[in-house]
């Protein structure tokens, strides 16, 4: 167990981790209302699919980090974990599923994958997979320095970077994407996505790879950083769409000027 300072260090980082993907999450969810005004509501389930989710991952966000430093979910962090070992051993055979080291990836892959073949999507295919781009470089940004400078031991002891699960948060990160572009087509790609994200981060935990508040933050920090790429890949492309725009109503030699 850490002493004072390294509760205090803890605190630190969560801190200034959900404060940055706040900011990406009031956006997000600003846009989403926007919209929502101008083209109505849904009706039915896929009401929930075009809500702004960041209230969502902050919620999982906030549960994952409280086991760091609060008893009480640490307690029941220890709690869930014996039980998913004691189902897995007495109902599996103590049999291991590692595919999820596939499944994390699969949203992801799945967009680039259904615009191949022609599903209607927000953007085309480029910005698709600039969109990953920015997502996963974000991600890499935030996870590793705290997986790192927390040094959290994982339930196997196969090494010091516990906190937050990776894997959870590419497989949500590729939920988010896949909701957002493709969501107004049929709600049932990103039910999809959703599914294929939830069982990964249960398998991080079946396979004992993972405490549950290590899955829970990688929920928040991988739907967070989807959201926020998408909000800052639509941006600068908007702007870059109105300055041609601009270039040909006042000709080349003012363009250049602009």
């Not at 919620?59 to 009480?72: I, K, P, R, Y």
């Not at 996963?136 to 516990?162: E, F, M, Q, W």
Request: aromatic share 10%; net charge neutral; glycine share 10%.
């Amino acid at each position: 167990m850490l002493g004072h300072d390294g509760h205090i260090w803890k605190c630190i980082c969560i801190g200034l981790m959900i404060l940055s993907l706040t900011f990406s999450s009031g956006i997000k969810a600003q846009d989403s209302i926007a919209r929502t005004q101008q083209d109505g509501c849904c009706s039915g389930l896929s009401d929930c699919f075009f809500l702004p989710q960041g209230p969502v991952a902050l919620t999982s966000l906030a549960f994952g980090t409280s086991t760091l430093f609060w008893d009480e979910a640490q307690r029941h962090n220890l709690f869930f974990q014996e039980q998913v070992q004691l189902w897995r051993r007495g109902t599996m055979d103590n049999v291991f599923l590692h595919f999820d080291n596939v499944t994390q990836y699969l949203p992801a892959a799945s967009m680039v994958a259904l615009k191949l073949v022609g599903v209607p999507s927000k953007h085309g295919l480029r910005e698709i997979v600039r969109n990953e781009a920015v997502c996963y470089l974000s991600l890499a940004a935030c996870v590793l320095p705290v997986k790192y400078g927390l040094a959290l031991l994982r339930p196997d002891r196969s090494g010091y970077n516990s906190f937050p699960s990776g894997h959870t948060a590419i497989s949500f990160a590729g939920a988010e994407m896949l909701r957002l572009e493709y969501g107004q087509t049929s709600v049932l790609i990103p039910i999809a996505g959703y599914t294929v994200a939830a069982l990964t981060g249960f398998l991080r935990v079946y396979n004992n790879c993972h405490w549950t508040g290590d899955v829970l933050a990688g929920i928040g920090i991988g739907i967070l950083l989807a959201d926020f790429s998408y909000w800052l890949n639509d941006r600068l492309f908007d702007r870059r769409k109105e300055a041609m725009r601009e270039c040909g109503n006042v000709g080349i030699w003012e363009c250049v000027n602009l």
